[in-house]
């Protein structure tokens, strides 16, 4: 039996080795499929982001406060414990589809100012 942790990097590197051959041949369509990748994810992440603030306003709502003015005033009641676990994930969430936006727009653009 081959083990998950050996098998992913060498399927990783095979990928990568095609992709390199793939892009020596054919290297617009390479470029082409990278630019629409990319622009899916893109889409994916935006999505996902809606999603996300979404559930956020909806505890600023139900709360009247942002989640650092809820964390100094609530009580130990079980469904705020609950809330505030919840809100702190979407939050920490949020954040990272942020930082994994600006990355993809980074590399979109830098892929489409090239000649």
């Known amino acids: 039996m081959v083990d998950g942790t ?23 369509l390479v470029k082409t499929i990278t630019i629409l990748v990319l622009k899916k994810r893109i889409k994916s992440v935006r999505d996902e982001l809606s999603r996300i603030e979404s ?3 909806r505890y600023r709502e139900k709360y009247g406060k942002d989640l650092n003015e ?12 609950e809330d505030w676990i919840e ?29």
């Open 87 to 115: 809100w702190r994930f979407l939050m920490e969430l949020k954040k990272s589809l942020e930082e994994e936006l600006r990355d993809l727009y980074k590399i979109l653009e830098r892929l489409t100012q090239q000649v």
């Open 70 to 81: 809820f964390e100094k005033s609530m009580s130990n009641s079980f469904e705020e414990h």
């Open 55 to 57: 559930e956020i306003k």
């Open 6 to 28: 050996v098998v992913m990097p060498i399927v990783r590197i095979m990928t990568l080795e095609l992709l390199a051959e793939l892009e020596k041949r054919y290297p617009d």
